[in-house]
């Protein structure tokens, strides 16, 4: 399974970002997806993850201002991100679970000037 995100820039404070996540190779082996961050100098947290039937968990910290979802169709996850806010910069990485296997996109790159 390869993934690629897309989607990170620079956006000031109380702004918005969609990032996708676009899978390929043996995506129909792919059970949960999620997203995850790591910001300078702290470990990587995990923002959000779907699970294959479209149950969502979200950290805390994005609860009400991130929304994640699948399209099985395009084999591509999203990241609806509003609100952002400075402590949301970081870079984001998709992520994919085949069971006993974790596969990961090398990430994009998300800016929130204050």
């Known amino acids: 399974v390869q993934l690629v995100e897309s989607g990170g820039g620079l956006v000031q404070a109380g702004g918005s970002l969609r990032l996708s996540c676009a899978a390929s190779?043996?995506?129909?082996?792919?059970?949960?997806m999620g997203w995850h961050r790591q910001a300078p100098g702290k470990e990587r947290e995990l923002v959000a993850r779907?699970?294959?039937?479209?149950?969502?968990n979200y950290a805390d910290s994005v609860k009400g201002r991130f929304t994640i979802s699948r399209d099985n169709g395009k084999n591509t996850m999203y990241l609806q991100m509003n609100s952002l806010k400075p402590e949301d910069t970081a870079v984001y990485y998709c992520n994919a679970v085949i069971p006993g296997i974790n596969y990961w996109g090398k990430g994009t790159l998300v800016t929130v000037s204050s």
């Open positions: 190779g043996s995506t129909f082996s792919i059970n949960a």
């Open positions: 779907i699970s294959g039937g479209g149950r969502t």
